[in-house]
């Protein structure tokens, strides 16, 4: 089945009274690291319009990687971000995806995103997320960052949350387990977390942020 740009447009907006499609394909977001995060978030955000995520992960896909992330078996062995670009076309193909299959750090990161207004960062190593997060939050543009932490184990879902750290810095999930404990990880609330992160990107492109900012959920 064939199906227009127009006709994409009016299937995202057609349960809203807001224009969605037309904020969204004008925004340009960055998804730093394509796991279980990082695959569900630049899903969630091809699904609702979003005109240019720039994806960036160095990893392939494997078996273990199914339980959690976007992937299915006949993406294995593929690069995320080459497996990441075939599925968004099938969601949007009117979504620029540009992909980088790369190790991204603070060197590199400043660069790399660049052009986004948002970037989500997506890594599983602490250490890795407050060097990405640190370096776009002091670089000369204003981007925002949308970060996760803690998303582990079979806790209660209402658990995880996004907190408001900063004008431009934003923090999801329980702020507590680590998979690092043995806790584990699980589609639902790996899934849950990524899409706090999804949402919160749309709540900067979609509506005003002054009236928003202090309205943590």
Do not use: W
Request: proline share 1%; glycine share 8%; net charge neutral.
């Amino acid at each position: 089945m064939e199906i227009t740009e127009e006709d994409f447009k009016n299937a995202v907006n057609s349960r809203s009274k807001f224009p969605i499609y037309e904020k969204m394909k004008n925004a340009v977001i960055g998804v730093a690291g394509l796991g279980g995060l990082g695959s569900n978030i630049a899903c969630a955000l091809a699904r609702s319009g979003a005109g240019t995520i720039v994806a960036v992960d160095f990893d392939t896909v494997e078996l273990s990687n199914i339980n959690r992330q976007m992937y299915t078996i006949k993406h294995l062995g593929m690069k995320k971000t080459q497996a990441i670009k075939a599925i968004i076309s099938e969601i949007n193909p009117f979504c620029n995806v540009i992909t980088y299959d790369m190790f991204i750090d603070e060197k590199n990161c400043t660069e790399i995103f660049g052009g986004c207004e948002i970037v989500c960062e997506a890594f599983d190593n602490a250490k890795s997320k407050a060097e990405i997060v640190n370096a776009l939050l002091l670089s000369s543009r204003k981007v925002k960052v949308i970060s996760g932490s803690g998303m582990a184990g079979f806790g209660r879902a209402n658990d995880i949350t996004t907190k408001t750290v900063s004008e431009r810095f934003f923090i999801c999930g329980d702020m507590k387990t680590d998979v690092a404990d043995g806790e584990g990880l699980t589609a639902s609330r790996v899934m849950i977390c990524a899409g706090h992160q999804a949402s919160k990107v749309m709540e900067i492109i979609l509506k005003d942020y002054d009236k928003h900012k202090n309205n943590d959920c």
